[in-house]
């Protein structure tokens, strides 16, 4: 996106908060594509079983972002990290329904059903993704979004490197210690 197509989705964000009831649908028409690239690659990420679409995702997302009351955004960046965020909590809300109906009785399980939940858990992988993110950002936020935005956003080691100001290095070093701290929770999670 060039530097005047930035400048253009900043401005319509502060028409936005003053009031602009126009400049969301412009906003959206300006990002949109974006938007989309980020929920496919998400998705790409994603097993068979998560029933969205990229733009059913895109969608949900900018009517979640548009009608919650605390819309106060201060740049891009800025909207599109609460995106990102959005979707994320979207797939871990789909994933979470989708287990809970799934979800029979350990007593009224037959050994089938038992094993057949065990091989179905990606869905639930999500959600303990999620929550083993929710932990990281606890213990080192940089790198919760650095996370974030690569699994759920979907963004390259540079495009990160961009998004957040950090040198490819820093972002590649991050990375990979996250990436290794949350393998390890995750295969604690399984035990």
Not at 181 to 187: A, K, N, R
């Amino acid at each position: 996106m060039t530097h005047d197509r930035k400048q253009e989705v900043t401005q319509l964000l502060n028409q936005f908060k003053d009031g602009d009831s126009q400049s969301n649908t412009e906003l959206m028409a300006l990002i949109y594509r974006e938007l989309r690239s980020f929920a496919g690659n998400i998705l790409k990420q994603e097993n068979q079983t998560i029933t969205f679409q990229a733009t059913e995702l895109v969608n949900e997302a900018y009517f979640r972002l548009f009608d919650s009351s605390a819309a106060d955004w201060n740049d891009r960046k800025h909207f599109l990290s609460s995106a990102i965020v959005v979707m994320r909590r979207l797939l871990v809300d789909h994933a979470r329904k989708k287990h809970a109906q799934r979800r029979i009785p350990k007593n009224q399980q037959t050994p089938f059903e038992a094993v057949s939940a065990i091989t179905e858990s990606l869905d639930l992988d999500v959600v303990a993704l999620n929550d083993a993110l929710d932990d990281l950002e606890k213990l080192d936020s940089r790198g919760a979004k650095i996370v974030e935005l690569r699994f759920f956003g979907g963004l390259s080691e540079d495009e990160i490197a961009q998004f957040m100001g950090l040198s490819r290095s820093t972002v590649n070093r991050e990375w990979q210690a996250c990436k290794l701290w949350l393998l390890h929770q995750l295969c604690d999670h399984d035990a």
